[in-house]
T-cell receptor, first 116, second 118 residues
Framework: SQQGEEDPQALSIQEGENATMNCSYKTSINNLQWYRQNSGRGLVHLILIRSNEREKHSGRLRVTLDTSKKSSSLLITASRAADTASYFCATDAPPMIYNQGGKLIFGQGTELSVKP | EAGVAQSPRYKIIEKRQSVAFWCNPISGHATLYWYQQILGQGPKLLIQFQNNGVVDDSQLPKDRFSAERLKGVDSTLKIQPAKLEDSAVYLC????????????????FGPGTRLTVL
């Protein structure tokens, strides 16, 4: 079953506005990651936040994590038409086994449309 | 650095036929993943390899799906026979070499293979 649930499912904004997407999850995590997927393409990793972090920035991206509420948000500031894509949060499935890759569980995604 | 390569990009088959997908991960990446992404949903992990060994195949429908990574590099995913509900994008991803004390690895995704089963 999906671990993360994004909200809203779809978001339409004007260029220059900020876009906020939320993600909720059910079980404890080691880290939470956000990915972007352009239409018909693979996923691109955007940012990772560890369970002991509360906020992280990368360029126009700001991610927050509230482990008490089991939720995260992704803020894209000063959006551009090129930001139009689907955005997914993904949580790893604890415990992280030594010397093995993390198993990511993805949410349903938020479809962002930025109009010029 | 070359990314994750997948082929074919598109495949249309009829139900009960067989199909195979190929993935070439980023050079030096020990871990390889196959995901299934149904339209409107997030990717779901089917199988994870560490070098040529299977780490997790708990969500792989083993009655019809199989995957291998014989030399710890390229991988193939096969569906035999295909069902209508197998229509999806099949994504391959790879990551470097995860060690607990180094923390989580970033997964790099290929462009995917879009499968349509008629």
């Amino acid at each position: 079953s999906q671990q993360g649930e994004e909200d809203p499912q779809a978001l339409s904004i004007q260029e220059g506005e900020n876009a906020t997407m939320n993600c909720s999850y059910k079980t404890s995590i080691n880290n939470l990651q956000w990915y972007r997927q352009n239409s018909g393409r693979g996923l691109v990793h955007l940012i990772l936040i560890r369970s002991n972090e509360r906020e992280k920035h990368s360029g126009r991206l700001r991610v927050t994590l509230d482990t008490s509420k089991k939720s995260s948000s992704l803020l894209i500031t000063a959006s551009r038409a090129a930001d139009t894509a689907s955005y997914f949060c993904a949580t790893d499935a604890p415990p992280m086994i030594y010397n093995q890759g993390g198993k990511l569980i993805f949410g349903q995604g938020t479809e962002l449309s930025v109009k010029p | 650095e070359a990314g994750v390569a997948q082929s074919p990009r598109y495949k249309i088959i009829e139900k009960r036929q067989s199909v195979a997908f190929w993935c070439n991960p980023i050079s030096g990446h020990a871990t390889l993943y196959w995901y299934q992404q149904i339209l409107g949903q997030g990717p779901k992990l089917l199988i994870q390899f560490q070098n040529n060994g299977v780490v997790d195949d708990s969500q792989l429908p083993k009655d019809r799906f199989s995957a291998e990574r014989l030399k710890g590099v390229d991988s193939t995913l096969k569906i035999q026979p295909a069902k209508l509900e197998d229509s999806a994008v099949y994504l391959c991803a790879s990551s470097l070499s995860p060690l607990r004390d180094r923390g989580p690895d970033t997964q790099y995704f290929g462009p995917g293979t879009r499968l349509t089963v008629l």
